[in-house]
């Protein structure tokens, strides 16, 4: 059964902090897919980013940057100096690439509240 | 290019009841999902929908169902609301819903029941 972890519950920094976000997962399936999703307080979540298992090229985007890991079966995100409007939830999800039912779903985890106070 | 649109986007019912959410995908998107989102159990998977057919099922009982019409618009319906049915319900649509697709989600339907 698929799983994602995510132990950081909550985490505060003040404004241009970095932060990062722990994920780890679990999967029996050896091709799968991660994604990040982040739930500003207006409650929408807003796709961030994809991995797939194949490819463990860590990847940059703006402050954004990801860390993923099979190894240690983690994808870890990381904001470099955080400003206020990154305050919201973050998810970590899995979705499983093997045929059958199991597929065509996500499975989240808890989520990250993160606050970034000025 | 229009999101994905939920109404209504609150609801207050009493036990008992029963409620009929509806979700319209992004044009072209043939895939939906819903979810259900409390803060004890988080996001959890309900069902997901492709070419009006269900394809996966996660484990809620059957007083929740779905359909999706050939339009790809889909409705979920809870059937005799417990107090424990209160969340928010987030539809999610894809292209065709296969594994590496990333799901866009509509901004939800609070349900609080009563």
């Known amino acids: 059964a698929q799983k994602v972890t995510q132990a950081q519950t909550e985490i505060s920094v003040v404004e241009k902090e970095d932060v990062t976000l722990d994920c780890v997962y679990e999967?029996?399936?050896?091709?799968?897919?991660l994604f990040w999703y982040k739930q500003p307080p207006s409650g929408e979540l807003v796709f961030l980013i994809r991995r797939n298992s194949f490819d463990e090229q860590n990847e940059i985007s703006g402050r954004y940057s990801w860390n993923f890991q099979k190894s240690t079966s983690s994808f870890n995100f990381t904001i470099t100096a955080s400003q206020v409007v990154d305050s919201a939830v973050y998810f970590c999800?899995?979705?499983?690439?093997?045929?059958?039912?199991?597929?065509?779903?996500?499975?989240f985890g808890k989520g990250t509240l993160l606050t970034v106070n000025p | 290019k229009a999101g994905v649109t939920q109404t209504p986007r609150y609801l207050i019912k009493t036990r008992g009841q029963q409620v009929t959410l509806s979700c319209s995908p992004i044009?072209?998107?043939?895939?939906v999902s819903w979810y259900q989102q409390t803060p004890g159990q988080g996001l959890q998977f309900l069902f997901e929908y492709f070419s009006e057919t269900q394809r996966n099922k996660g484990n809620f009982p059957g007083r929740f169902s779905g359909r999706q019409f050939s339009n790809s618009r889909s409705e979920m319906n809870v059937s005799t609301l417990e107090l424990g049915d209160s969340a928010l319900y987030l539809c999610?649509?894809?292209?065709?819903?296969?594994?590496?697709?990333?799901?866009?989600f509509g901004p939800g339907t609070r349900l609080t029941v009563l």
């Open positions: 999967t029996r399936d050896t091709t799968y897919y």
């Open positions: 999800a899995l979705s499983e690439g093997g045929s059958g039912g199991s597929n065509y779903k996500l499975t």
């Open positions: 999610a649509s894809s292209r065709s819903g296969s594994p590496y697709n990333e799901q866009f």
């Open positions: 044009s072209g998107h043939r895939s």
